[in-house]
């Protein structure tokens, strides 16, 4: 079975600043994708970044990097430049290959930006 | 449309009616998830289509869930003889054929309440 743990339930962070949501996870699988989601108001989970487990290189998107410890089994989420749009709730989440597809979450992160 | 189309927007019954909640795919989709959302939780796997195979039920919490899809697009979850804790967001998502590095796209979810 798969578990994905976010321990902070929020976070804040000043416009333009730089805030990092930290992730968790465990499997026995070494074959694996982490994602990180976010989930405005709107309620649509909207992809922000993927990770596949193979690669060493962190994956980055524009403002947004992670930092993929694979032996710490971390997968933290930084956010550059935060802009008040950013504000909304962010899900870790593992996708383990071959055990049906579906995504494991974790608990989520409210992301509060302050002007 | 161009994405995952959810509906209804949100659902109030009382205990111990069914409800139906519909959902079609992006087109040319053949992979279908549903996930539960409880509040102020991640999301939890329910249940997982692909082409005509028969879907992965694992997720399902009680024989009191079901879900089918016909022609292989539009599915319809439903739950018998609802009770209060099934009060939650239901979200749907889809990706072309459920290979693991495809992202999920998800819809806006329904909000289903049971008085």
């Known amino acids: 079975a798969q578990t994905v743990t976010q321990s902070q339930p929020e976070m804040s962070v000043q416009e333009a600043e730089t805030v990092t949501l930290s992730c968790t996870y465990d499997?026995?699988?070494?074959?694996?994708?982490l994602f990180w989601y976010k989930q405005p108001p709107s309620r649509q989970m909207i992809l922000v970044i993927r990770q596949e487990a193979y690669k060493q290189q962190n994956a980055t998107e524009n403002r947004f990097s992670v930092n993929f410890q694979k032996a710490a089994k971390s997968f933290s989420l930084k956010i550059s430049d935060s802009q008040l749009g950013d504000a909304a709730m962010y899900f870790c989440a593992l996708l383990v290959s071959g055990a049906g597809n579906m995504l494991t979450f974790g608990g989520g992160t409210r992301l509060m930006v302050k002007p | 449309g161009a994405g995952v189309s959810q509906s209804p927007s949100n659902k109030v019954t009382e205990k111990g009616k069914d409800v139906e909640l519909r959902c079609d795919p992006i087109?040319?989709?053949?992979?279908l998830y549903w996930y539960r959302q409880s509040l102020g939780q991640g999301l939890e796997f329910l249940i997982y289509f692909q082409g005509n195979s028969a879907p992965d039920k694992s997720g399902l919490p009680s024989d009191r869930f079901s879900a089918e899809r016909t022609g292989g697009s539009v599915s319809t979850l439903t739950i018998q003889r609802t009770q209060q804790e099934d009060s939650a967001v239901y979200l749907c998502a889809s990706n072309l054929w459920g290979g693991v590095n495809q992202p999920q796209h998800f819809g806006d979810g329904t909000r289903l309440s049971i008085l």
């Open positions: 499997t026995s699988e070494s074959d694996y994708y």
């Open positions: 087109s040319g989709h053949t992979a």
